[in-house]
Structures are given as structure tokens and as C-alpha cells.
T-cell receptor
Framework: AQKITQTQPGMFVQEKEAVTLDCTYD???????LFWYKQPSSGEMIFLIY????DEQNATEGRYSLNFQKARKSANLVISASQLGDSAMYFC?????????????WGAGTKLIIKP | EAQVTQNPRYLITVTGKKLTVTCSQN?????MSWYRQDPGLGLRQIYY???????DKGDVPEGYKVSRKEKRNFPLILESPSPNQTSLYFC????????????FGPGTRLTVL
């Protein structure tokens, strides 16, 4: 079964609009972390935002915020006031504390294109 | 500047010719990991290391070797590369591993002919 599901393979958004990228996850672990990364066409993987499973407040980092709904196992990324430079692949990832590999488990990604 | 570096960034090689992709981090992180990224498959972990001289297999270790002789370095070795190892490779590091963010190197795009 998929542990991280990103249901939007691609999205087109008008510049300056807000955009929500969906992510749902599946884990039986009580302690876990959720991450969002951005991968521009140049290929590097850029960390955007982190949410811990015990964090009561939604994480925010500048224009990025994470809409964390624990009961629904959802961790959507919200980008406010989108810019042309936000065009990229976006990946949701999870790390389970009980995973001895401490690996990040990745979703398939969402390709976001910002239209001028 | 805190960073993870990888070299080379791009490499085209032929089947069977041994190669090493270097990875170095300057953040004193204990945990380091290698991933490969393939279209439609996302990122998959190849090997990881919890500290110096402590390495273990990830999900797709076949055809790869690693070593961790120093805390900062975690090279990925392909003893006899094959075309199915053509991929984008990422090195990542973090500390402590359970909740901290993994920081990624810039990636190495490998093509095996």
C-alpha cells in the first residue's frame, strides 16, 4: 500500500494565486515527521517545510504553510501568492520514527506550473 | 555555508567501468543516505549510514557499495555499472535522524551506456 499519496500529478495556477498541493499519508507509527521538498527543473532537492506528528500548530515558513489534519492523515502544502519561480515538482515525504532505516518515504510528486 | 556536495554532477560512462560518486557534508551530521530517483518511482533509498563505520542497506542496494570512513564523507561505489543504474542520485544528511530534516546534495545524473 502507498504510504504517501499525492493525487495531483500536475497543476496549473495563475501567478499570485494561492495553491494547495495535496498529500495524504498512511502510518501506524505515533511519532513521525512530514516534509515537503521542491525540485526545480535543475534537479536539486530543496527542503521547504517540516511538520512533526506531535506539533499542535501548523508549520509555516514564509509563503509556505502546511495544513496538517492528523485525524485525516493529511498534510497539504499551501503556497500563498504564487510566483513564476514556484514552478517545479513538489514532493511530500514522511519519516517514521520506528523505521530503523530512518529513510524518507516519498510521494510521486506534483508538477506545479505557474502561469503569468 | 552548510551544505552537502556531490561530485560529479553529471557522468556518462559505459557498462562495467567502476565509478565512485563522492558525497561530503560540513554539518557534522551523523546520518547520511543515498537515494536514486527514477521517473514514476520517486526516490528510493540505496544505502544509509548512522555514523562512522556503520552502514546498512536501504530498499535498492543491489549493484552498489558504500563506505563511511570519516563522518563527513559517504561515497557511493558502482563496481560494475549497468544501464539499469542510469538514474539521478542524491546524497542526504541529517542529525539526529529521527526527526531532523534531511538536507540533500545537488544530485548526480548518471548515464550508463
Amino acid at each position: 500500500a502507498q504510504k504517501i499519496t499525492q493525487t495531483q500529478p500536475g497543476m496549473f495556477v495563475q501567478e499570485k494565486e494561492a495553491v494547495t498541493l495535496d498529500c495524504t499519508y498512511d502510518t501506524s507509527d505515533q511519532s513521525y515527521g512530514l516534509f515537503w521538498y521542491k525540485q526545480p527543473s535543475s534537479g536539486e532537492m530543496i527542503f521547504l517545510i517540516y511538520q512533526g506528528s506531535y506539533d499542535e500548530q501548523n508549520a509555516t515558513e514564509g509563503r509556505y504553510s502546511l495544513n496538517f489534519q492528523k485525524a485525516r492523515k493529511s498534510a497539504n502544502l499551501v503556497i500563498s501568492a504564487s510566483q513564476l519561480g514556484d514552478s517545479a515538482m513538489y514532493f511530500c515525504a514522511m519519516r517514521e520514527t520506528m523505521d530503523s532505516n530512518y529513510q524518507l518515504i516519498w510521494g510521486a510528486g506534483t508538477k506545479l506550473i505557474i502561469k503569468p | 555555508e552548510a551544505q552537502v556536495t556531490q561530485n560529479p554532477r553529471y557522468l556518462i560512462t559505459v557498462t562495467g567501468k567502476k565509478l565512485t560518486v563522492t558525497c561530503s557534508q560540513n554539518m557534522n551530521h551523523e546520518y547520511m543516505s543515498w537515494y536514486r530517483q527514477d521517473p514514476g518511482l520517486g526516490l528510493r533509498q540505496i544505502y544509509y549510514s548512522m555514523n562512522v563505520e556503520v552502514t546498512d542497506k536501504g530498499d535498492v542496494p543491489e549493484g552498489y557499495k558504500v563506505s563511511r570512513k570519516e563522518k563527513r564523507n559517504f561515497p557511493l561505489i558502482l563496481e560494475s555499472p549497468s544501464p539499469n543504474q542510469t538514474s539521478l542520485y542524491f546524497c542526504a544528511s541529517s542529525s539526529p535522524p529521527s526527526t531532523d530534516t534531511q538536507y540533500f546534495g545537488p544530485g548526480t545524473r548518471l548515464t550508463v551506456l
